[in-house]
């Protein structure tokens, strides 16, 4: 891992997992490097890899290089939020989407306990069709996911139709665990207008063809950060 407050690499993670998996979950860190440094995080939100700052930590790091202060900012999946943080401090406005109902609760909590005035929780899906959807937890709050066969069911919004009501994204982060093409086609009229800066990660080899072929239809150039994990912007 990464010393906190530093750029030297050392091979702790045998030590330090174990010490952090011990924090009680109802307590408050301050997450400890990273873009999101200092901001305080509820630890019972996600496991200890989001406070300790390493959490995709080279995603989250080219993340922030796109931020500017005049950024619009949409996290599509936020889960408890922690994309959002690193926004909220070099964004102007940030709105998060998060449906399921534990994951949302973080969410709000954290932009209460960090005063982020400049962050909007969105406790809803984002898919291709605006309505209910019926929606699946997963083995973790990081899996839950839109499923036909899904126990819940959670109101769902078009990019489209919520662009109608408020500032198009100039980043746009999105990881729904396999929605991730009906996200973009709710998107097509402001794909058209508005050309933002997608992280997206697909979750299978089928996703992440079709979403390539989608954002190419668009002007997008495609760069891969990871296994399945794409940045896309048009020059």
């Not at 997450?31 to 890899?49: K, M, T, V």
């Not at 202060?69 to 102007?92: E, H, I, K």
Request: glycine content about 8%; some cysteine; charged content about 25%.
């Amino acid at each position: 891992m990464r010393l906190p407050y530093t750029n030297v690499e050392i091979p702790l993670g045998w030590l330090v997992s174990p010490l952090a998996n011990r924090v009680p979950r109802t307590a408050t860190m301050r997450i400890l490097q990273g873009p999101a440094r200092n901001l305080r995080w509820i630890a019972g939100a996600g496991q200890p890899n989001f406070w300790l700052g390493t959490y995709e930590r080279e995603k989250v790091e080219e993340f922030s290089k796109w931020l500017k202060p005049s950024s619009v900012v949409y996290d599509v999946g936020a889960n408890a939020g922690y994309y959002s943080l690193v926004a909220a401090r070099r964004s102007a406005e940030v709105y998060a989407f998060e449906p399921y109902p534990e994951n949302a609760f973080f969410l709000r909590e954290h932009f209460r306990t960090n005063k982020l005035t400049n962050c909007n929780a969105e406790e809803c899906a984002v898919g291709s069709v605006d309505g209910m959807v019926a929606f699946a937890p997963g083995r973790t709050n990081c899996e839950g996911k839109i499923d036909p066969d899904g126990l819940f069911r959670f109101r769902c919004v078009k990019l489209d139709t919520f662009c109608d009501g408020h500032a198009a994204p100039d980043v746009l982060k999105i990881d729904v665990e396999g929605a991730e093409l009906d996200v973009l086609k709710g998107g097509t009229r402001m794909f058209s207008a508005k050309h933002p800066a997608i992280f997206l990660a697909t979750h299978s080899e089928v996703l992440d063809r079709e979403c390539r072929a989608f954002l190419a239809a668009f002007g997008y150039r495609i760069r891969d950060l990871d296994h399945r994990e794409l940045l896309a912007a048009v020059p």
